[in-house]
T-cell receptor
Framework: KAGVTQTPRYLIKTRGQQVTLSCSPISGHRSVSWYQQTPGQGLQFLFEYFSETQRNKGNFPGRFSGRQFSNSRSEMNVSTLELGDSALYLC????????????????FGQGTRLTVV | GQQVMQIPQYQHVQEGEDFTTYCNSSTTLSNIQWYKQRPGGHPVFLIQLVKSGEVKKQKRLTFQFGEAKKNSSLHITATQTTDVGTYFCAGNSGYSTLTFGKGTMLLVSP
């Protein structure tokens, strides 16, 4: 079956602009989580969506937002981009993200590398 | 909230040396998972541990889950250049979202 698909793969934006990233989870997966990865900072959790509802949120400013559609596809938006937002943005899908252990294994997409200039 | 700490942050070894990364949780975990991210790639699931004191092996990799289910380790015997990458642990406690450690970057010199 198809894996997690993230689009676009690469993006260059100017400070102050906004950007929308997309994530299509594995078919049947209902949980989608987003992470920001920068050198030395590991995977920083942004938020998790399940059945179109934000279930958990990390410690990021309100400029970072997301949503999930009825087909489980998810988007994240960053407004008023700053240089420090340059990073690899990864999304991961899982069956349900909670509950039964088998439901929590995360499958990552290739990521979107965002560069803010 | 739940926190997962991983040490060391970075390790550089000579090929053939052993390597270990440690993971500690602030809360008791229901399970712990390990992922590997190759340079330029994305994290890929390696294994999951569920039982207290559980030990699992994958060829040269040995994974352990602590008796109290609050810590875990990944040990690689006789590292190879193909082991290069960042290793992440991730845990959850009951009905909570998977929490990732910051990862250990492993560099292996031939």
């Amino acid at each position: 079956k198809a894996g997690v698909t993230q689009t676009p793969r690469y993006l260059i934006k100017t400070r102050g602009q906004q950007v929308t990233l997309s994530c299509s989870p594995i078919s049947g997966h209902r949980s989608v989580s987003w992470y920001q990865q920068t050198p030395g900072q590991g995977l920083q959790f942004l938020f998790e969506y399940f059945s179109e509802t934000q279930r958990n949120k990390g410690n990021f400013p309100g400029r970072f937002s997301g949503r999930q559609f009825s087909n489980s596809r998810s988007e994240m938006n960053v407004s008023t981009l700053e240089l420090g937002d340059s990073a690899l943005y990864l999304c991961a899908s899982s069956l349900s993200g909670q509950g039964r252990i088998v439901d929590t294994e995360a499958f990552f997409g290739q990521g979107t590398r965002l560069t803010v200039v | 909230g739940q926190q997962v700490m991983q040490i060391p942050q970075y390790q550089h070894v000579q090929e053939g040396e052993d390597f270990t990364t440690y993971c500690n949780s602030s809360t008791t975990l229901s399970n712990i998972q390990w992922y590997k991210q190759r340079p330029g790639g994305h994290p890929v699931f390696l294994i999951q541990l569920v039982k207290s004191g559980e030990v699992k092996k994958q060829k040269r990799l040995t994974f352990q889950f602590g008796e109290a289910k609050k810590n875990s380790s990944l040990h690689i015997t006789a590292t190879q250049t193909t082991d290069v990458g960042t290793y992440f642990c991730a845990g959850n406690s009951g009905y909570s979202t998977l929490t990732f450690g910051k990862g250990t970057m492993l560099l292996v010199s031939p």
